[in-house]
């Protein structure tokens, strides 16, 4: 099995408040977080992450949170500046820092452009300040603005804003002024999402009221993604909207693709490929007890190693949310199986309408199966 491309992903876990929709591993900050204490074990973290990259270089670099804009740049660049001291890095590496707007006061986007961040996600969500506000978001639209002049101002020729739709009460018209709003600032990249109640979430056990219903939902989907396309913007996932292909983003690419990824920080997931297969680690993701594990070198890390039907639901939960779907040649060197075992496991699916099948061997879903995509999704459960 031939080692894919490498990525490191890194987990700041602090937010100034917690939001009721967002089950990620994040934490309120309070007054005074251990900012310093957490970037000692983040290192000494990445003194054993980097024995797993071999000969590899690092080609992209995440810092996910969390709102990791609490963070410096001082300290975002001691960060960085640990990674390059760790392990080769490309020379082009894109660094990736999510930044929401109300929070980038902890440290200018010019300074952390000096520090080496080179690609900044903005997580707006919505123009619509009531709907700021039932999502429990601490800025309004305006910061949202004031924060991209700002990132524009410091050099930044690559960003990303978040959006949401099937927010409550929302309608076709303001998903679409939203999208507007957004593409109006110059972003080369748009991540548009549906807002998804999840388990152990302040949402899920107390729903907002006004939410659209499944139909409406799809219905304002499908506009806002015609309304993008007419604002130039390619889809190439399933939220995932870049202005041309050499703005997409290169680390969330890697992980569709099925490619490998160091982890570090609290929560922080990692996956690598060696001859024995493929591994999949977490890290502790209470922030306490994770620096007290880095601090005390305990091993608390947990792995295990995939199986082969492990193998194909984790490829297709991935690789299936690309528009321009994978090639089966893909399949077969991220995961080390046959093309009969692809061919066996897409029989199904194949029959139902869910994928097709083109040009020299290139596997995708049909409109039907991008619609349905947690149900085609699901057809490979049956394996794992």
């Known amino acids: 099995m031939n080692k894919p491309p490498l990525s490191l992903y890194v987990h700041l876990p602090w937010c100034v408040r917690k939001c009721p929709y967002c089950d990620f591993n994040s934490h309120t900050a309070g007054v005074s977080p251990p900012k310093q204490r957490y970037i000692e074990a983040l290192l000494a973290d990445l003194d054993r992450e980097t024995g797993k990259a071999g000969d590899r270089r690092v080609e992209s670099i995440f810092l996910g949170g969390g709102t990791p804009s609490l963070f410096s740049p001082t300290e975002i660049g001691r960060l960085l500046e ?4 760790r392990c080769s890095v490309a020379s082009d590496v894109e660094v990736t820092m999510e930044a929401n707007p109300g929070t980038v006061e902890f440290g200018t986007p010019r300074a952390y452009r000096e520090a080496g961040v080179n690609r900044l996600s903005i997580g707006a969500q919505s123009f619509d300040d009531d709907a700021l506000k039932r999502l429990g978001r601490i800025h309004g639209s305006d910061d949202i603005r004031r924060t991209v002049d700002e990132v524009t101002a410091a050099g930044f020729d690559n960003f990303n804003i978040d959006l ?6 929302q309608s076709i018209d303001s998903a679409n002024a939203d999208i507007k709003s957004a593409a109006a600032l110059g972003p080369t990249h748009i991540s548009w999402y549906q807002l998804t109640l999840e388990p152990n979430t302040v949402f899920y056990a107390r729903p907002p009221a006004e939410l659209p219903d499944e139909e409406a939902m799809w219905e304002i989907q499908d506009a806002g993604a015609e309304q993008l396309r007419a604002l130039g913007y390619q889809q ?4 995932a909207w870049a202005i041309d292909e050499q703005r997409r983003c290169r680390h969330n690419v890697n992980y569709w693709l099925f490619g490998d990824y160091l982890a570090a920080g609290a929560g922080a997931h990692g996956k690598i490929s060696d001859v024995d297969g493929v591994m999949r680690y977490r890290k502790p993701a209470n922030p306490l007890q994770y620096m007290l594990a880095m601090e005390e070198d305990n091993g608390a890390v947990q792995s295990e190693r995939l199986s082969d039907d492990d193998l194909v639901f984790e490829f297709m939960l991935n690789a299936l949310r690309l528009v321009e779907g994978f090639p089966e040649r893909l399949f077969t060197e991220r995961t080390g199986l046959s093309i009969g075992q ?4 897409m029989r199904v699916p194949l029959e139902k309408g869910l994928v097709e099948r083109y040009g020299d061997g290139t596997w995708r879903p049909t409109a039907l199966g991008g619609r349905f995509l947690n149900d085609l999704q699901a057809e490979f459960l049956r394996n794992s």
Do not use: I
């Not at 640990?82 to 001291?85: D, I, M, Y």
């Not at 190439?236 to 939220?239: F, N």
């Not at 692809?342 to 496991?345: E, F, K």
């Open 164 to 169: 949401m739709h099937g927010l409550p009460g």
């Open 236 to 239: 190439y996932e399933v939220s």
């Open 82 to 85: 640990g990674v390059g001291n």
């Open 342 to 345: 692809l061919a066996a496991v």
